[in-house]
């Protein structure tokens, strides 16, 4: 499958407690970003990279959250002391920059703080 | 900041009938995608439009880029139940880069 992928697809964690996700965008996409979905919304814009670089953030990426995307290629989400307001879907989406930046989305990962 | 406004919210399908959902914005859009959500699952692309006027289809989908650059639309001919789900309207305007700004969505769901 050549698509974008998302690890885990599931995250149940208690409040307090840090937790990270992977996305791994479709190979040749230079550009990744991060939404976030909760329920009955269109998804939300977090931020995005191209290649290493982290270009954008929105105001909804507070400082408990971090995104890395070291090498260019796959990227991580850290939320650290999750809050039970941060239960949502998480997802990742890649495009190729220069080609209208189509925007191809992943399966997400739904989180659930307890 | 930035919105659109997508309607209707939801809707009951037939089998075999015509469907038609629109977007509009108060700003200026460059592009419009047209995606498709089923539950638990990531939006998956359906259409997207690059310029003014642009009509373009997929199958049984037709989207349209409105001429003001302020609005969308989708059409779905002869509905199957598995068009059943989440549409999306998104874009960019003028002033994002890669911020692609979503509609609340319009549901589709089977008549009872």
């Known amino acids: 499958d050549t698509g974008v992928s998302q690890n885990p697809r599931h995250k149940i964690t208690k409040r307090g407690q840090n937790v990270t996700f992977r996305c791994d965008p479709i190979?040749?996409?230079?550009?990744l970003y991060w939404y976030r979905q909760t329920l009955g919304q269109g998804p939300e814009f977090l931020t995005y990279f191209q290649n290493e670089a982290q270009l954008e953030k929105s105001r909804l990426l507070s400082d408990r959250f971090s995104a890395e995307r070291p090498k260019g290629s796959f990227s991580t989400l850290e939320i650290q002391r999750t809050e039970q307001g941060d239960s949502a879907m998480y997802l990742c989406?890649?495009?190729?920059?220069?080609?209208?930046?189509?925007?191809?989305f992943g399966p997400g990962t739904r989180l659930t703080v307890l | 900041g930035q919105q659109l406004n997508q309607s209707p919210q939801s809707m009951f399908i037939q089998e075999g009938e015509d469907v038609s959902m629109n977007c509009t914005s108060s700003?200026?859009?460059?592009?419009w995608l047209w995606y498709k959500q089923d539950p638990g699952e990531g939006p998956v692309l359906l259409i997207a439009l690059y310029k003014a006027g642009e009509l373009t289809s997929n199958g049984r989908l037709t989207a349209q880029f409105g001429i003001t650059r302020k609005d969308s639309f989708l059409n779905i001919s002869a509905s199957i139940p598995s068009d059943v789900g989440i549409y999306f309207c998104?874009?960019?305007?003028?002033?994002?880069?890669?911020?692609?700004?979503f509609g609340k969505g319009t549901k589709l769901s089977v008549k009872p």
């Open positions: 998104a874009g960019y305007y003028g002033g994002s880069q890669g911020n692609l700004i």
């Open positions: 989406a890649s495009s190729a920059s220069g080609i209208g930046d189509t925007q191809y």
């Open positions: 700003s200026i859009f460059n592009t």
């Open positions: 190979s040749e996409h230079n550009r």
